[in-house]
């Protein structure tokens, strides 16, 4: 996957995010009344600026994509005619304030709530919460759990995919509760756990739970080779069986996924067969940062027999009012989860190395994107959830500072000093400062040290 590729996606997704957030201000302050000078995707110089509508509102495109703004009237900011003054910012009452300031994460939360409902609607392909064979010794073992149990609720809560399971055991795991699985075929378990390590909760954090996904046995026959990937400018072609790798022979997909895993940017002679003939190709598989690792990919993917993957995969759709309903829920409870995680982190019972900067984001708006739309829309939809709930954090300089401020306004029947806003700017741009550093910080620590 090209840099640029990435970028270009990247910049796709920060542009709907941003837009949406920042028209949610605009729409919430037209219907307040108040006049909206400036709505800009971007920050610093406007590279295209037009001017629309009855107020003549700036519409700009600026230099810095990564953000965006919408500039009201208001005294505190310069002049303003006297004609004009009742439809400042700082003339409405504080409800219309807050409400304006709220719409911007609402309108994060209804997007997310829209793109799952599409996802709900139109049916998102899964696996089934099926596992594998428990490792020896662990608590799903123990609890006599078997490769082919399929899970259907861990403590009341569904998982109609193997995605929903492995959430749904990281937020009980998180939270060092007692797990209680109820299996397809009638079965209730217990699993004596001890508390989850969250050192890396992109990694198989499962796994000390015994908790594997059911994995078959599939034969080294490449089906798909994507046009930009590595096996493809090797001359992989879909039919090719692979034999054997630097001489060592690869019995089936599972150990041709493990070698490559293991040569990130590392050449491997490759001997395969097609129609018939046996001959050997070199390939490079691309190094790619995945769970704080460095792993090899080539962009290929195995033949698999279609009576294998239908037992595997199921299909989660909804009708629309159900679907409408379920793409709510799953909003809310990414929204709780965010939060308590944020919370566990300033607690300390949850690294800070789980925090993601713009360089990851970036990352798996490009991988996404390359897995087709339904999987670029489930990580807007995440993205979204994620930008909402940190904008309402009560940090001055993000919506949920001004936010305590016209809640303080509202307690006490004044409003907050300037000189108080000023102190609390510069605090927030200190905390902001140092949440980013830490965020790029674990970026590069991906990146580089993986």
Do not use: C
Request: proline letters at 6%; hydrophobic letters at 50%.
């Amino acid at each position: 996957m090209s840099v640029l590729h990435t970028i270009l996606w990247f910049l796709v997704a920060i542009g709907i995010l941003v837009v949406v957030h920042e028209f949610g201000h605009y729409l919430a302050a037209r219907l307040a009344g108040v006049k909206v000078l400036r709505f800009s995707f971007g920050f610093g110089k406007p590279l295209v600026s037009r001017r629309f509508g009855r107020d003549q509102t700036e519409w700009t495109l600026s230099a810095l994509p990564f953000g965006g703004y919408v500039k009201m009237l208001d005294e505190r900011e310069g002049e303003v005619p006297a004609a004009e003054a009742h439809r400042s910012f700082n003339r409405a009452t504080v409800w219309r304030r807050i409400g304006i300031v709220i719409a911007g994460p609402a309108a994060n939360f209804l997007l997310a709530i829209v793109f799952y409902w599409a996802l709900l609607l139109h049916g998102l392909p899964a696996m089934k919460p099926m596992i594998g064979e428990p490792p020896a010794g662990t608590p799903a073992a123990q609890a006599g759990l078997v490769a082919g149990d399929e899970i259907r609720r861990v403590n009341g809560t569904d998982t109609p995919s193997f995605q929903d399971l492995r959430l749904t055991l990281l937020r009980a795991g998180v939270a060092a509760e007692a797990i209680t699985l109820e299996l397809m075929d009638g079965r209730s378990v217990r699993l004596d756990v001890q508390p989850m390590q969250t050192e890396n909760l992109e990694q198989d954090i499962l796994r000390p739970l015994g908790i594997v996904r059911y994995d078959p046995v599939i034969a080294p026959v490449i089906g798909k080779v994507l046009p930009d990937g590595a096996a493809a400018r090797a001359g992989f072609q879909p039919g090719d069986r692979l034999l054997a790798a630097n001489g060592e022979a690869v019995a089936n997909w599972q150990d041709w996924v493990q070698v490559v895993r293991q040569h990130p940017a590392k050449p491997l002679r490759i001997e395969y067969e097609r129609q018939g003939q046996r001959d050997a190709l070199t390939v490079v598989p691309e190094a790619v940062d995945e769970a704080g690792q460095r792993v090899g990919k080539i962009g290929a993917g195995p033949q698999v027999d279609e009576a294998v993957l239908a037992m595997l995969m199921t299909e989660v759709r909804y009708g629309p009012v159900e679907a409408l309903w379920q793409g709510a829920v799953r909003t809310w409870d990414m929204s709780l989860f965010t939060l308590e995680m944020m919370g566990r982190m300033v607690l300390g019972q949850v690294s800070w190395k789980n925090l993601s900067g713009p360089l990851t984001i970036a990352d798996y708006a490009g991988q996404s994107a390359s897995l087709g739309w339904i999987s670029f829309v489930g990580f807007l939809a995440l993205v979204s959830v994620s930008l909402g709930v940190l904008n309402l954090l009560p940090i001055p300089l993000l919506d949920g500072g001004h936010l305590m401020y016209y809640v303080a306004e509202v307690l006490t029947g004044r409003p907050v000093s300037e000189r108080t806003m000023e102190i609390g700017s510069r605090i927030g741009m200190t905390l902001l400062l140092l949440l980013m550093s830490f965020a790029l910080f674990n970026d590069l620590q991906r990146l580089i040290g993986g």
